[in-house]
């Protein structure tokens, strides 16, 4: 918005107001925006349907999602879309209460106002919120000892030997090999979240900054482009990167690959996001001219009568929030940055990403139950090939799913809409994991001897203990009313992890045993 009148020109500096380009290329701004975007990437996920089958009928469709019920991915499949229907309700009802109590702020986008960065209301509210978010936690932490139990997946050939971490898993010297496989990881991770990264550190740049990025059209590019990217890294960079590090340090590929799409999906984002934000750590006073010492801005702001300093940038405007995690505009300001690109890369996932593994199965080529596409065979480079009947992966599968259930477990809470996208992704990725062997004869890629590919229940508690941990975090800092079911929660949830509720059935059966001996 345009400053008002009243305000003179030499008043106009960039730093005094809010940034404009606070808000400039958001992926999703509006609810309208958002359905419009939802109708047309299911009407081009329909149409690639049409195209790619022979015979589209909806029929045959839910008779192929039903094949093979007894299958460890297909039951994984249907907890996880069981378990988003139970919570949808919930959902339903946090989207209402964010809706109608959106008061913290009086201007803003329409999507941050059903999200918990608008949320401002009475007892009654407060006291609402946190009885629903308690539940929630809850019911989680209650489906999460249902998850379908793994199931191991041995090729058949044993020609190719386990890694050597394997075969000596206690030796010292193995273990530091791990640990340094581990870090090199962790890198390369780093490296594959430079999208999201881009997305949380644009967000919160000043105009003056120290890379003289100032043009809008990158900015822009940034922000519109960061979900595709980030897309179109976890389906053809992450899994072969993934499948050579396992092959030289003998760590299970499923679990780098739920590490890799973890951090590239929310947790390096929202690193940088508490980093980067104003009402956070400050972080964007690091990159900002006012701050150097070397820039015309800082001179120019810089005031002092004889020896005495008025005015200094760096003591007075660039000092950081050390104390950060006190204020409840930090958690605020987290979920506000984050909520349109987490919408529109699960938006990508249900429907984009189908779409793209439709194409190229059917441009592709049946080798050995393999199917291979040739994207250079135009220019007459037909050795170089790509593999995309290796999206049918169990690993990657699984850790598809783990991913989803960790937004749906974290985030759906404080941004409801993601709930019904993330049952949408699922859907959509058992529709095509049931196309592929059926109409384009893929066969199943094998493991490794020894590999599993299952949801992991130690990712889904620890989900489950930072949205506890989130929840406290706002619920202290704002005063929440209700802030004690919340704690009670917490309490429950590590009486589960300790494993106490067990030990005391173990004692309980042990004194009765000892009763029944000497009676």
């Known amino acids: 918005m345009d400053l008002p009148r009243w305000v003179s020109k030499s008043e106009r500096q960039p730093?005094?107001?809010?940034?404009?380009?606070?808000f400039l290329g958001r992926p999703i701004s509006g609810l309208q925006g958002l359905f419009l975007i939802l109708i047309g990437l299911l009407t081009l996920f329909l149409a690639c349907l049409r195209f790619s089958l022979s015979c589209f009928n909806c029929k045959e469709l839910m008779e192929t999602m039903r094949e093979h019920r007894e299958d460890h991915l297909w039951r994984s499949h249907l907890f996880l879309i069981r378990q988003?229907?139970?919570?949808?309700?919930?959902?339903?009802?946090?989207?209402?209460?964010?809706?109608?109590?959106?008061?913290?702020?009086?201007?803003?986008?329409?999507?941050?106002?059903?999200?918990l960065a608008y949320f401002e209301g009475g007892q009654m509210a407060e006291l609402a919120l946190a009885c629903l978010w308690s539940s929630w936690s809850l019911l989680c932490l209650y489906h999460a000892r249902r998850i379908p139990k793994p199931g191991r997946h041995l090729t058949s050939s044993s020609s190719s030997p386990l890694a050597p971490s394997r075969v000596c898993g206690r030796c010292r010297r193995n273990l530091l090999l791990k640990s340094a496989w581990c870090a090199l990881w962790f890198m390369l991770v780093v490296i594959l979240s430079l999208p999201s990264l881009g997305y949380a550190f644009v967000q919160s740049l000043p105009r003056e900054n120290s890379f003289q990025m100032q043009s809008t059209s990158v900015l822009k590019a940034v922000h519109g482009g960061a979900a595709l990217l980030m897309l179109l890294i976890d389906m053809g960079i992450t899994p072969p990167l993934a499948r050579i590090i396992s092959r030289r340090s003998g760590i299970q590929r499923s679990m780098l690959l739920?590490?890799?799409?973890?951090?590239?999906?929310?947790?390096?984002?929202t690193l940088c996001a508490i980093y980067m934000s104003e009402h956070c750590m400050r972080g964007w006073t690091t990159f900002w001219t006012m701050c150097s010492p070397q820039s015309d801005l800082y001179h120019t702001f810089?005031?002092?009568?004889?020896?005495?300093?008025?005015?200094?940038?760096?003591?007075?405007?660039?000092?950081?929030?050390?104390?950060?995690?006190?204020?409840?505009?930090?958690?605020?300001?987290?979920?506000?940055?984050?909520?349109?690109?987490?919408?529109?890369?699960?938006?990508?996932?249900?429907?984009?990403?189908?779409?793209?593994t439709l194409l190229l199965w059917k441009w592709s080529k049946e080798v050995n139950g393999e199917l291979h596409v040739f994207p250079l065979a135009c220019l007459g480079l037909k050795r170089w090939k790509l593999v995309a009947s290796r999206s049918l992966d169990r690993a990657q599968?699984?850790?598809?799913?783990?991913?989803?259930?960790?937004?749906?477990?974290?985030?759906?809470?404080?941004?409801?809409l993601l709930l019904p996208v993330a049952c949408l992704a699922a859907m959509t990725n058992l529709l095509s994991f049931r196309i592929g062997p059926r109409e384009f004869r893929a066969v199943l890629p094998t493991l490794e001897a020894g590999e599993t590919a299952s949801m992991s229940k130690?990712?889904?508690?620890?989900?489950?203990?930072?949205?506890?941990?989130?929840q406290m975090w706002f619920a202290f800092t704002s005063g929440l009313c209700g802030t004690s079911l919340i704690v009670l929660a917490a309490v429950v949830f590590l009486c589960e992890v300790l494993g106490l509720r067990s030990r005391c059935r173990r004692m309980r059966e042990q004194r009765s045993g000892d009763r029944g001996l000497v009676t």
């Not at 730093?15 to 606070?22: E, G, N, T």
């Not at 940038?313 to 950060?324: A, E, F, R, S, T």
């Not at 958690?331 to 699960?346: E, G, I, M, Q, Y």
């Open 84 to 115: 988003i229907l139970v919570l949808l309700p919930m959902a339903t009802l946090l989207f209402w209460c964010y809706t109608w109590h959106a008061s913290y702020y009086e201007c803003g986008r329409e999507l941050s106002k059903t999200t």
């Open 258 to 269: 739920m590490a890799a799409r973890t951090g590239t999906m929310w947790l390096n984002a």
């Open 15 to 22: 730093f005094l107001y809010v940034s404009p380009l606070k």
């Open 458 to 470: 130690k990712y889904i508690r620890a989900s489950i203990g930072i949205l506890l941990i989130f």
């Open 397 to 416: 599968q699984a850790s598809f799913l783990v991913t989803l259930a960790e937004v749906m477990i974290i985030w759906s809470p404080l941004v409801p």
């Open 302 to 356: 810089k005031v002092s009568l004889g020896s005495h300093e008025l005015l200094d940038p760096i003591k007075d405007l660039c000092v950081q929030n050390k104390n950060w995690w006190k204020t409840e505009a930090c958690p605020r300001s987290v979920v506000d940055t984050l909520a349109p690109l987490f919408v529109a890369k699960l938006l990508q996932r249900a429907f984009l990403q189908p779409v793209i």
